[in-house]
Structure formats: structure tokens, C-alpha cells
């Protein structure tokens, strides 16, 4: 590989090889970020994850493809969804190697949906992503919905009689629909299985809940593993919090846990760093340092999961920057693996890194007033 400085101004520490190989979207990636900060800074205040987690989602590959198919698809009204499938394909299909392709569109749109967005919290940018992909999925059911009714109303119409059967058809359609698979639950949705299991008599009982993405509580000096552990630890219910048995009918000591019974695609893991200090009464940001494996395998899984053995690759990280003398000075950055390379999005400059120097991103181990740099999202995707 020859590594030579880019010709290019704009590409900044980008080599020439990478260039070539990676395509002009990298760059295009980077001048969207700064727009997005720029938009954002006088249009919603000074803290915005809308660039991070949209950048962590382009380098999520399934994802990427299904938003670009959903582009060539037969034009239907203005919705976030068509606003993201243009952006995503402007990313794509640039031809020059430099340029600005303004987000304007995806940022009005949202801004008109929901007016969470208008006045932004610092502590939403997993919000934003929740926002984000469950309305994306609302807007395929909806639409499956009414392909659904029109094919019907085809059928109806050419059809002989059968009048009774469709009645109780559509009854059964619309709890079906509720429930129907886009690919925003293909790729990102995963099963999480409570169980608890009565201390007197022994019998467990399960509930299944899906999750889009898991949030996990963070402490200082930890790791991905740790977090997990907590978040699969066994829990007593007693005194006031006692579990009422079915078995027993009555209300007795139990212990829980949960436990990830279906493994996604892309398993989205939110760090939990701001927190809700009782004695300053406001939320803070935590910039401990908790490690995160290039790959991982989930330990916490139920005796019944499907895919237990899952490998995944880290593929993005959504990252921000808290300087130290300013609590609410936030600077949103992603990193993300490309074509075999980390890279490193930040505003108009686009880094290569090497996959050590991810570990600047790990937090700090102490809570001293300083400048931290830390990964609050973290996108894992399935090898297989
Ligand atoms: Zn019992």
C-alpha cells in the first residue's frame, strides 16, 4: 500500500490510497458532519448526536443497503425516511471527491416531526437513535399496511363473494401488522428474557421484551463485560419489592435476571454516561473509563437463545468530546471501520487511525476536571 499525503486539501490526513480505495463517500461523510454541526449549532443549541449516530449508521453496512434500496424504490411523500434515503444516496453516488451535500431536508423534516428535537438535550442522542429507527419502522409497517389494504380492495373487487372469510381476515391482518418484521427489526432488534424464579417454590417464570439497542450502566475503570454482567446480575425482590408467585399466590422473595435470548444483527450498545446526581441536582456526564473489545461475544444469553456463539465486529463508535473547564461543552465525533480501516470523522477532517488508538476512547480513569473523550454508542455488528 503506498502511503502518500492527499493531493487534496480538503482530505486532510487522509492518505492517497485510501482515497482511491474507500471511495469519495469518506469525505463526503466528513463535510456532512460539519454541516450537521454547523446546522445544528444555530438551529438547535449547542449539543447534537443527530451527526454521530447518523454517521455510525452509514458504516453499519445492512442498514446503509436497506436505506439505499428503500431510495429506488416508487417515490412516496416526504417522510424522515425519504429525507435519510436521499441523504444517504447523495453520500453514496458523489461522483467528485470533495464536496457539500447540505442535510438541510433530513434536518427540517425531523425538526417538523418531533419537537423533542427543537430544543435539544445534550443527554438525547440515544433518544435520537430510538426516535430515529422506530419511526423508520413505523413508516415500513404503515406502508406494508397499505400495500396490504390496496391488494385487498384488488381482490375484493375480482373476487367471487367469500364475503364472511374477509371480514375475519383483516381482524387477524391488523394484530399481524402490529407485530410484523421490517428490516429495521431484521437487522437491529434482539429478544431480552426476564426471568424470575420464586424463592419458595422454585418455579420461573419468563417474559420476553424486545430492545432496539441495550443501555448499559457504566462505572469507573470498567469494561463492555463488566457492564453486561451488571446488566444480567441477579436480582433479590424482597421486603417491599417481594415477587407474587402464581404457583404460591402469594408474595414471596424472588430472583430476576435478564438475559439476551435473541442476538441482533447490529447489536447497539448505549453507555449510560449522564447521570442524575441526587446532591447537584442536575445530570452529569460520566467520563469513566470502560474498555471496548474490536470483538465481542455475549455471554449473557439464555439457555434457549437462538445464536448464542454470535461474534461481532465493532463497526462504529459514536464519541464525544467534554471539555473539561465547560460541563456543557460537548463535541460529537464517530469512528468507524471502513474497508479494513478505522477512520476517524471530525467536523471536515477525516483521520486514519490505527485500531490502538481507539483505546483514547476508552474514558478516563480519573475524575479530575479534564478534556475526555469517550464512546457513549457502540455499534456491533454480526459476522455471520
Ligand atoms: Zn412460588
Known amino acids: 500500500l503506498d502511503v502518500l499525503p492527499c493531493k487534496d486539501n480538503h482530505c486532510g490526513y487522509m492518505t492517497h490510497t485510501i482515497c482511491t480505495c474507500m471511495s469519495s463517500h469518506v469525505l463526503h461523510q466528513s463535510l456532512i458532519c460539519s454541516l450537521f454541526n454547523h446546522n445544528l449549532v444555530t438551529q438547535f443549541g449547542n449539543t447534537c448526536y443527530c451527526n454521530s449516530v447518523l454517521q455510525a449508521l452509514y458504516f453499519c453496512r445492512p442498514f446503509r443497503e436497506k436505506v439505499l434500496a428503500y431510495k429506488i424504490q416508487p417515490r412516496r411523500k416526504e417522510s424522515l425516511l425519504t429525507c435519510l434515503a436521499d441523504l444517504f444516496n447523495s453520500i453514496a453516488t458523489q461522483k467528485k471527491k470533495v464536496g457539500v451535500i447540505p442535510p438541510k431536508k433530513f434536518i427540517s423534516r425531523l425538526r ?18 430510538n426516535y430515529l429507527l422506530n419511526t423508520i419502522a413505523d413508516l415500513l409497517q404503515e406502508e406494508k399496511s397499505q400495500e396490504r389494504q390496496q391488494n385487498g380492495k384488488v381482490v375484493q373487487n375480482g373476487g367471487s363473494g367469500g364475503g364472511g372469510g374477509s371480514g375475519s381476515s383483516t381482524g387477524e391482518g391488523e394484530t399481524e401488522e402490529k407485530t410484523q418484521q421490517t428490516w429495521v427489526h431484521e437487522i437491529f432488534q434482539g429478544t431480552l428474557t426476564n426471568e424470575t424464579r420464586c424463592l419458595n417454590c422454585e418455579a420461573v417464570s419468563s417474559k420476553d421484551e424486545d430492545f432496539l439497542d441495550l443501555s448499559v450502566d457504566v462505572e469507573q475503570n470498567t469494561s463492555i463485560t463488566h457492564c453486561l454482567r451488571g446488566f444480567s446480575n441477579t436480582e433479590t425482590l424482597c421486603s417491599e ?40 441536582h442536575r ?12 470483538e465481542l461475544r455475549l455471554f449473557n444469553t439464555s439457555g434457549d437463545a437462538t445464536n448464542p456463539d454470535r461474534l461481532y465486529d465493532l463497526v462504529a463508535v459514536g464519541r464525544d468530546f467534554n471539555h473539561g473547564a465547560f460541563n456543557n461543552y460537548s463535541h460529537y465525533i464517530t469512528i468507524v471501520k471502513s474497508h479494513g480501516f478505522w477512520l476517524l470523522f471530525d467536523d471536515d477532517i477525516v483521520e486514519k487511525i490505527d485500531a490502538q488508538a481507539i483505546e483514547e476512547f476508552f474514558g478516563l480513569t480519573s475524575d479530575i476536571s479534564k478534556n475526555s473523550e469517550s464512546g457513549y454508542i457502540l455499534f456491533y455488528q454480526s459476522r455471520d
Open 241 to 280: 419489592c417481594k415477587y407474587y408467585c402464581e404457583q404460591c399466590r402469594s408474595k414471596q422473595e424472588a430472583q430476576k435476571r435478564m438475559r439476551v435470548k435473541k442476538l441482533p444483527m447490529i447489536l447497539a450498545l448505549h453507555l449510560k454516561r449522564f447521570k442524575y446526581m441526587d446532591q447537584l
Open 283 to 294: 445530570y452529569t456526564k460520566l467520563s469513566y473509563r470502560v474498555v471496548f473489545p474490536l
Open 112 to 129: 417538523k416531526e418531533n419537537e423533542l428535537f427543537d430544543n435539544y438535550m445534550q443527554q438525547d442522542a440515544h433518544e435520537f437513535l
